[in-house]
């Protein structure tokens, strides 16, 4: 399933249960069907039952599922204590790497890993009033590489945020609706979700790559966004382009 084919679906998706069924599925193809979403720094108003704050919705093996909870090992998780320190996309495999990180935090990986989570990336999700979520994706295969997926599941990551953010606040959805978007910034707002880059772009609508910029930023103000991808999910959810 491609991303605009996601937000088709997402789009007619009124159950956060029956969402998160679709990203995990969209994540499984990629060869990531481990997934989980949190909200870090806020509490959800709409989160699946079974799972305590700060988790919203999570795809993990039954008995990892048990003993993450159980242990509250949300507490020493460094994908939760690194989230926000962090604007992109990070792979779990690198934040022994680059940080030094305690003992505790070490083991919540290794264990993670032992129960079939082996190897991981996840995704900052930024909103408004300072808001922090992350979805986050592993795999069961051995030979995984979620860096050579890591552009797709960030799209996937932020298409079934704002799908989530709408299904649970109707109201703010609403007030999205009344975006609108210049000629020049949904031409670039296009292209943009063809993958192209702010100087391919510049050559294409012939004008400069500090142009497209100043288009791009401003559309992405209006959409009251936090990145292209996140501004690219809400003109495809708000049929813009």
Request: aromatic share 10%; net charge neutral; with cysteine.
């Amino acid at each position: 399933m491609d991303m605009f084919s996601f937000t088709e679906c997402a789009n007619r998706t009124q159950s956060l249960r029956a969402l998160f069924e679709l990203l995990v599925n969209c994540a499984t193809v990629e060869g990531f069907s481990e997934v989980a979403y949190g909200a870090l720094n806020f509490v959800e108003p709409l989160r699946l039952p079974e799972y305590p704050p700060p988790t919203v919705a999570v795809n993990w093996p039954s008995e990892w599922c048990e003993r993450y909870f159980e242990r509250k090992y949300y507490t020493i998780d460094p994908v939760v204590r690194r989230t926000p320190m962090l604007s992109r996309p990070f792979l779990w495999d690198q934040l022994a790497k680059q940080y030094q990180l305690q003992p505790d935090e070490r083991r919540v990986l290794a264990e993670a890993r032992e129960a079939g989570l082996k190897h991981g990336m996840s995704v900052p999700l930024f909103g408004p009033l300072g808001r922090l979520s992350v979805v986050s994706f592993a795999s069961r295969f051995d030979d995984a590489d979620p860096q050579h997926r890591i552009s797709h599941l960030n799209a996937l990551a932020w298409h079934f945020h704002t799908a989530c953010v709408e299904i649970s606040r109707p109201s703010e959805g609403s007030c999205n609706r009344k975006v609108t978007l210049s000629e020049r910034e949904l031409d670039c707002m296009r292209w943009v979700a063809e993958g192209k880059s702010s100087w391919e772009i510049g050559v294409i609508l012939q004008i400069s790559e500090n142009t497209v910029n100043f288009h791009l930023k401003n559309a992405m103000r209006k959409l009251g966004a936090t990145s292209r991808v996140q501004a690219i999910v809400m003109t495809i959810r708000l049929d813009l382009i």
